[in-house]
């Protein structure tokens, strides 16, 4: 699969060409000043002469004309030119001031922004992503400049089948929403979460070749309970506690409506939101409208593809996952999602059991803030309840409700031990050195939570206390691991940016009204399948940010493919669903590399 599917990336270069040569006109109803301050239509010092002619613009640019590539150097010249100036300064403060300086460029100039980001992704994706996105949401308030995306608030209710209306794009295919209130692992920032739905698109753009002129960041603002934020003067949402209940869910509800009012074909993701209400909305709307929760199915696909790679790497076949011993660190939507499909994975493999025989083979430790979870749990959370220990025959004696995590892995022995707890270092020298007695002749380490401080280890760490044959996944990136003698302990980054962008873009270009089970299965089977042995013997379970274009064409098809499969595809635009049907495979590759939006300047016509 993996080879048909490198065999079909097209070279970058050559694919810069090929868009360049038949960009189409773009109509633009302005002139002068005002396209120059469009970040849509403003192409800065690139604008030939003719149409400064046409357009209005003779006089107010410079005379020299300059490329679009000589535009992109000379970004990239000014951005190495302040990573050198910056150098030995606090980490913080050079990665905001990277994260500025590629928001100047943002909101200046749209094309070559994103044509600067998808060139320089492995660069970049660390500054709009994690970590930094979680630096600038903390740091909203103070480097906040002119507003991206829309606010809906618990003061806009009745409001917003209007309030929609503002937003002045005709089509929107992709919307990623926030209620701000589990942002990262860095818990509740309210309004000031809205740069995670910004940073979500942007890779939307950059890896899906979404256009950019159709996706819509929305912050619902319901208000805080983080103390400081209403505290604090500058603090640019609601100053009250967050609404709860129906109240809140029917905020939630009137914005889908409204959303899905003007824009029937949209698609919603639903992005860090607390656990209740990440469940409680993906069950109330997974139905109703077309949508998904990133933090649940997105992250679970992401870990499934790594968890079978896992197995993979031990030299074993994939059959062999249901033998595996799982721990999971975080009890949350994450850690849930997680085990809720690897468990339809192991399901699938069992021969589909009942609850019982099941639980007789349980290979899954689930671990929250008060230790292992067990069915002898007081409040026993419902999300919780098929994984909770103390079912079946196959438990390990001494290990009870609210063990800690070090005897947890001391005593199961786990093949894979994976964190989304959101608690930075809680994989600690102990716990990793006790993976050492691991079952798996390669123990699996998944220290997923972000932002880099909230990793449950770091990458060093890990090599270094619990062996270099292990396998290393993190949810932000780490630099590869130096194991001397010309040895490196591979560093894999475990994160949802490697399926959602697909999943969007396949059900978008599907035409399907729902994503179901059967679509996100698709994904995380193709992204699984997409690496190679021998790559897997290296400990690379995921391929490098640098191809996630070329990964999010092969996902896109893979979930066209299921909705075809599953009679939901309707077709997009022209494309019916008949046509969708008959096409093979590789023919549903090049239909979704076809569709996907790349940066080329457009020449502009004026209409009145
Ligand atoms: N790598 C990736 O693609 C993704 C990573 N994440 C990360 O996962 C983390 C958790 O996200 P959610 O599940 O949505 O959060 P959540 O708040 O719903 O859940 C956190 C869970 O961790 C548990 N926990 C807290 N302290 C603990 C401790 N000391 N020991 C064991 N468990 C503890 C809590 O009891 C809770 O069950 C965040 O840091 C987030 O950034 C989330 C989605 C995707
Ligand atoms: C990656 C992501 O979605 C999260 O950390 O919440
Ligand atoms: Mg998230």
């Known amino acids: 699969m993996w080879r048909l599917a490198r065999a079909l990336a097209p070279d970058l270069r050559q694919k810069r060409l090929l868009s360049c040569a038949i960009p189409g006109p773009c109509i633009v109803h302005k002139r002068g000043t005002d396209i120059l301050h469009d970040p849509w239509f403003n192409k800065d010092t690139a604008f030939p002469l003719t149409e400064r002619d046409r357009l209005g613009l003779r006089g107010l640019l410079p005379p020299r004309v300059i490329s679009f590539e ?208 990440a469940f409680e909305t993906l069950q109330r709307y997974r139905r109703k409208f077309c949508m998904f929760n990133d933090d649940i199915q997105g992250t679970a696909g992401v870990a499934l593809a790594g968890l079978l790679g896992a197995v993979r790497a031990q030299g074993r076949p994939l059959s062999d996952f249901v033998k595996q011993k799982i721990v999971v660190v975080g009890a949350g939507s994450a850690g849930i999602g997680v085990l809720n499909m690897a468990k339809q994975a192991v399901s699938r493999m069992m021969g589909n059991p009942d609850m019982e025989e099941f639980a007789a083979k349980n290979p899954f430790w689930l671990l929250d803030k008060f230790g292992l979870v067990t069915k002898a749990r007081k409040d026993l959370d419902p999300a919780a309840t098929p994984f909770a220990r103390g079912f079946g025959p196959c438990e390990i004696e001494g290990l009870g409700e609210g063990a800690s995590l070090i005897e947890v892995v001391k005593k199961v022995k786990p093949h894979v031990l994976l964190g989304l707890s959101g608690v930075g270092g809680i994989f600690n020298e102990e716990v990793l050195r006790a993976m050492r007695e691991s079952d798996s002749p390669r123990p699996a380490i998944f220290a997923m939570s972000n932002p880099t401080m909230n990793a449950e280890c770091t990458a060093i760490d890990a090599f270094k206390y619990a062996g270099e044959n292990i396998i290393f996944a993190s949810g932000s990136p780490f630099e590869n691991v130096e194991l001397g003698n010309g040895k490196v302990g591979h560093v894999n980054q475990a994160n949802n940016m490697y399926l959602f962008p697909g999943i969007g873009l396949g059900t978008l270009l599907s035409g399907a009204h729902f994503i179901t089970d059967g679509m996100l299965q698709a994904a995380a089977e193709r992204l699984a399948s997409y690496i190679t042995d021998e790559e897997i013997q290296k400990g690379i379970l995921f391929p490098s940010i640098s191809s996630i274009r070329h990964i999010t064409t092969e996902v896109g098809a893979a979930v066209i493919q299921a909705a075809v499969a599953e009679g939901l595809a309707e077709g997009y635009h022209d494309v019916r669903a008949r046509e969708l049907e008959l096409m093979s495979k590789e023919e549903i590759v090049n239909y979704v590399a076809r569709n996907m939006w790349y940066p080329v300047y457009s020449p502009l016509v004026h209409e009145k």
């Open 70 to 277: 000589q535009q992109h150097d000379r970004f990239m010249v000014s951005f190495r030119s302040l990573e050198n100036n910056t150098r030995g300064e606090r980490a913080d403060i050079t990665a905001l001031a990277k994260w500025r300086i590629l928001n100047r460029l943002h909101d200046r100039n749209e094309t070559l922004y994103y044509r600067v980001l998808i060139d320089n992704i492995e660069d970049f994706a660390p500054i709009i992503y994690t970590p930094t996105v979680g630096l600038v949401c903390q740091n909203y308030a103070g480097l906040f400049r002119r507003p991206r995306g829309m606010y809906f608030s618990a003061k806009d209710k009745g409001e917003m089948m209007s309030m929609i209306y503002n937003w002045p794009a005709n089509e929107v295919d992709m919307i990623v929403l926030t209620d701000g209130s589990r942002i990262l692992g860095l818990g509740d920032l309210g309004v000031q979460g809205i740069g995670i739905p910004i940073g979500k698109l942007d890779m939307y753009v950059a890896a899906a070749g979404f256009n950019p002129q159709r996706v819509l960041p929305v912050m619902l603002d319901v208000g805080t309970n983080n103390q400081k934020l209403l505290e604090n003067n500058l603090y640019l949402g609601l100053r009250q506690p967050r609404l709860e209940g129906d109240e809140y869910l029917d905020i939630v509800g009137e914005f889908m409506e409204a959303v899905f009012k003007r824009w029937p074909k949209t698609i919603v993701q639903f992005e860090d939101f607390q656990m209740k209400w």
